[in-house]
Nanobody, 123 residues
Framework: QVQLVESGGGSVQSGGSLRLSCVAS????????MAWFRQAPGKEREGVSY????????YYSDSVKGRFTASRDKAKNTLYLQMNNLTLEDTAMYYC????????????????WGQGTQVTVFS
């Protein structure tokens, strides 16, 4: 089992920045691929960023590309999401996900999910 705990959400004015963190614990070997998803009220869950263990492969959705940066601190078993130039459309619950296989991440069928952290952007 892998436990994921997100933090760092909050309320921020449009144009501002936040950094989300996701700490993984448990059987870390099962979390070689990690990702950030988000879901806004009334909308489908969206994959924001996927990153593998080596950080050689990182994916960003078009809606966040150039504004968000994902990174991993393997020593701390922590995934980060630096979010800059936030817009109202970024308001959502952000979830961390982990799986051994990237295809499970991409399909939204990751084995492990955190409880989420709320990000609210106001004008």
């Amino acid at each position: 089992q892998v436990q994921l705990v997100e933090s760092g959400g909050g309320s921020v004015q449009s144009g501002g920045s936040l950094r989300l963190s996701c700490v993984a614990s448990g059987n870390i070997r099962r979390s070689s691929c990690m990702a950030w998803f988000r879901q806004a009220p009334g909308k489908e869950r969206e994959g924001v960023s996927y990153i593998n263990l080596s950080e050689l492969h990182t994916y960003y959705s078009d809606s966040v590309k150039g504004r968000f940066t994902a990174s991993r601190d393997k020593a701390k078993n922590t995934l980060y999401l630096q979010m800059n130039n936030l817009t109202l459309e970024d308001t959502a619950m952000y979830y961390c996900a982990a799986d051994r296989k990237i295809e499970n991440i991409v399909s939204g069928q990751a084995d492990y999910w955190g409880q989420g952290t709320q990000v609210t952007v106001f004008s």
